[in-house]
C-alpha cells in the first residue's frame, strides 16, 4: 500500500469519525431545546445523510473541476469551522419559538444546524478518491480501501462518542476537539502550505478563527450556567446541573435539579419532609392512607430524580424496605453529595434500567407501592408504557399493591393519557385504574401533572377522601375523578393499547410539546 493510498485513507477515516461523533452528540445538543424523543433521532440522522449525499455529489463535481491537493485542505478546513459553529449555533437558535408543529420545528432546527457541517464532510470522500486512482486497472481495489477505512472511521466514531467520549468531556469539548482535528487535518493532509499564496490565506484564516474562539469560548463551547448554578456535568444519560432555589416562601433556599432542560426535583437537604410538587403530595396522601392498612412498607421507585419521596418515606416509616432504580449512576452520586441522602441510608439504588430489574426481579409478590417517576413532558421511556411491562409491575405487587405513576397530559384532550390508562386496565382490570387530578374542574384543567394509581385489587377511593380529607391542618391535594366520569372521558377520547410491538409514545405526547412552547399544531 503506498503512501498516496495511506494518506487516502487517514483522510476518509478521520472525516467519517468525526461525522458520526457529530451525529451522536446532536441528540444531547438539541435534548434541552427539543427534547429527546422519535423525532428527534428521525430528524438528525435524516438531515446528516442528507448533507452526506449531497455532498458527495457536490464533492463529485468539485473533484473533477479542481483535481489537487488544496481543494481537499479547503474542505477539511472548512469542514472543521463547520464543526466549530455546532454550539454557538445551538445556542442562537435552538430556543426560537418557531410557530409551527413540533415535527416540522425539530427538523428545521435541525437542518440550520447540522446540515452544512454534514455536507461539507460527505464532500471530502469523493476528493480523495480522485486524487487517489492514478491507475484505472487498481479502482476498485483503492475505491474499496478507502470506502472500508471511512466505515471503520464511523464504526470507531460511533463506539468512542457513545461509550467514552460524552462522559468524558462533555458535547461541547467534543465539538470543539473534532473542529480542531479537521483544521489540523487541513494542514497535514491538505498541502496547503505548498505556495505562499495558499500559505498566506491559511495563516489568516486560522488566526482568525482561533481569535474568534478564545473570544466565544464563554460563549460557545461553556454551559450557558447562571449564578445560582453551582453543579454542571454531562452524564452518559443526563445534562445534569444542581441551582440554588427559593423554597418556603423565600425563607430558605433549596437545591433543584435540573436534567437535560427540565427541573426534576427540588429538596431541602436538611428537611426531607420538604415536599414541593403537588405530585409527590398526592404521592404522600395515597401512602398514608394506605398506612392504615399495612404494618410494614416495602416500595420500589423506578426513576430517582432527586430522590425526594425515598427519602420522605425513609424518614417516616420506620423499617421501611425502599428500593430505588436510577438508569444514570451519576444522578445517585449527586444525590448522595449534594442533595441530602447520607451514604449510610438505608434506601437501595440500582442503577440499571428500570424495565431490566423488574423482568429480572425474582420478588414476586413483594411490594406494597411501586412509583412510576420516569415519565415527563419531552421525553417519555416508550419501553416503561406498554401493556408487557405492567404485567411485570403487577407480578412484583402484593395482591393488594399499588402502581402509582405520574404523567403529564391533559384528561379532557390529550392523547397520551387515555392510551396509558386503558393499557393498564388490560392488566389490572376496569374499575382498578384510578385517576387523581389537582382541580376538579376537569375541562379548565389544560395540560397538569396527573397521577394514575392502579392495583390489582379495588379500593374504595372514597375511603381515600374520607381519611385524607379528616386530616387536620391542610387541605387535600389530589382530586379524585370518579369512576363513572373517568369512563365517560375515556370513552370520548381516541385511545390505543400500548404495546412492545406498538408504542407510538411520540406521537401521542407530541401535542403536549407543542402546547408547552406555544407552537401551531397543524
Not at 393488594?400 to 382490570?429: C, H, K, Q, W
Request: charged share 20%; hydrophobic share 45%; net charge neutral.
Amino acid at each position: 500500500m503506498n503512501s498516496v493510498v495511506v494518506k487516502a485513507n487517514m483522510v476518509v477515516f478521520i472525516a467519517s469519525f468525526c461525522t458520526l461523533v457529530i451525529e451522536l452528540v446532536a441528540g444531547r445538543i438539541m435534548a434541552p431545546y427539543v427534547g429527546v424523543s422519535l423525532y428527534t433521532w428521525t430528524s438528525i440522522i435524516g438531515v446528516v445523510l442528507a448533507g452526506i449525499s449531497i455532498g458527495a455529489w457536490v464533492g463529485g463535481t468539485l473533484a473533477d473541476r479542481y483535481p489537487r491537493p488544496a481543494t481537499l485542505g479547503w474542505l477539511l478546513f472548512l469542514s472543521g469551522v463547520g464543526a466549530l459553529t455546532i454550539a454557538p449555533l445551538t445556542d442562537l437558535i435552538g430556543a426560537a419559538q418557531l410557530q409551527t408543529t413540533l415535527m416540522l420545528r425539530i427538523l428545521l432546527l435541525t437542518t440550520a444546524i447540522f446540515f452544512i457541517p454534514s455536507m461539507l464532510l460527505g464532500m471530502i470522500s469523493p476528493v480523495v478518491v480522485k486524487l487517489t486512482l492514478d491507475n484505472l486497472e487498481r479502482t476498485g481495489n483503492i475505491v474499496g480501501k478507502i470506502y472500508a477505512f471511512s466505515t471503520l472511521g464511523s464504526i470507531i466514531g460511533t463506539f468512542a462518542t457513545g461509550f467514552f467520549l460524552i462522559s468524558w468531556m462533555g458535547t461541547r469539548n467534543i465539538l470543539l476537539t473534532m473542529g480542531a482535528i479537521l483544521i489540523g487535518s487541513a494542514f497535514l493532509f491538505g498541502g496547503l502550505f505548498l505556495k505562499r499564496k495558499a500559505a498566506v490565506i491559511s495563516v489568516v484564516s486560522v488566526v482568525s478563527v482561533s481569535v474568534f474562539l478564545f473570544t466565544m469560548f464563554g460563549y460557545a463551547y461553556k454551559p450557558m450556567l447562571d449564578e445560582k448554578t453551582y453543579y454542571y456535568k454531562e452524564s452518559d444519560y443526563f445534562t445534569i446541573k444542581l441551582k440554588k432555589y427559593p423554597i418556603k416562601g423565600g425563607t430558605v433556599e433549596g437545591e433543584a435539579l435540573i436534567l437535560d432542560n427540565l427541573i426534576h426535583s427540588i429538596n431541602d437537604v436538611n428537611d426531607p419532609a420538604f415536599l414541593d410538587y403537588d405530585y409527590i403530595r398526592i404521592y404522600e396522601e395515597v401512602v398514608s392512607w394506605q398506612m392504615n392498612h399495612r404494618p410494614s412498607v416495602d416500595a420500589l421507585f423506578i426513576g430517582g430524580g432527586g430522590y425526594t419521596f425515598p427519602r420522605y418515606m425513609e424518614a417516616k416509616y420506620a423499617g421501611a424496605r425502599i428500593d430505588v432504580v436510577e438508569i444514570d449512576p451519576e444522578v445517585t452520586y449527586v444525590v448522595h453529595e449534594y442533595l441530602g441522602l447520607p451514604r449510610s441510608t438505608t434506601i437501595r439504588s440500582f442503577n440499571e434500567d428500570g424495565r431490566w430489574f423488574v423482568m429480572n426481579s425474582k420478588d414476586k409478590g413483594r411490594y406494597d407501592f411501586i412509583f412510576g417517576d420516569a415519565f415527563n413532558d419531552l421525553s417519555i421511556p416508550y419501553h416503561l408504557t406498554t401493556r408487557e411491562f405492567a404485567q411485570q409491575m403487577k407480578e412484583l405487587l402484593k395482591p393488594d399493591g399499588l402502581l402509582i405513576a405520574n404523567l403529564i397530559d391533559s384528561v379532557t384532550e390529550g392523547l397520551f393519557l387515555p392510551s396509558y390508562m386503558r393499557t393498564l386496565e388490560e392488566v389490572f382490570g376496569k374499575g382498578n385504574v384510578n385517576l387523581l387530578v389537582l382541580a376538579p374542574e376537569l375541562r379548565r384543567l389544560g395540560i397538569a401533572t396527573c397521577v394514575v394509581v392502579a392495583s390489582p385489587k379495588k379500593w374504595d377511593m372514597e375511603d381515600f377522601a374520607r381519611v385524607i380529607g379528616s386530616r387536620g391542618g391542610k387541605a387535600m391535594t389530589a382530586k379524585i375523578v370518579p369512576q363513572e366520569k373517568l369512563q365517560e372521558i375515556l370513552a370520548e377520547r381516541p385511545s390505543v393499547i400500548l404495546t412492545d410491538d406498538y408504542v407510538p409514545v411520540d406521537n401521542l405526547t407530541a401535542p403536549i410539546f407543542e402546547a408547552r412552547y406555544g407552537y401551531k399544531r397543524k
